[in-house]
């Protein structure tokens, strides 16, 4: 049975890993007229202030487990997804 990690929780594991390149994760919202609050996340340089990889909202799970940051008995939980956060 998998392990339900909050998306929160995964982007902290992510960020602790990518300050190690001084790195981080951002959470942005674009600039979209729609109903629909879509939330993306971009990796930023920290620098040199450069994006390095953007639109990565359905990639985040993907890319966690490239960094080790998510085992493969785990699984992301986006229903805790909220911009409150």
């Known amino acids: 049975m998998k392990?339900?990690?909050s998306i929160r929780a995964l982007t902290a594991r992510i960020n602790r890993k990518l300050?190690?390149?001084s790195k981080k994760l951002l959470?942005?919202?674009p600039r979209l007229k729609s109903d629909n609050?879509?939330?993306e996340y971009a990796v930023v340089d920290l620098k040199t202030n450069a994006i390095l990889n953007?639109?990565?909202a359905g990639e985040i799970q993907e890319f966690a487990r490239e960094l080790g940051c998510l085992s493969f008995l785990?699984?992301?939980s986006l229903e805790a997804d909220s911009l409150a956060s």
């Open 74 to 76: 785990e699984d992301v």
């Open 27 to 29: 959470k942005y919202q």
């Open 54 to 56: 953007f639109h990565m």
């Open 3 to 5: 392990k339900l990690v």
């Open 19 to 21: 300050a190690k390149e």
């Open 37 to 39: 609050p879509l939330v």
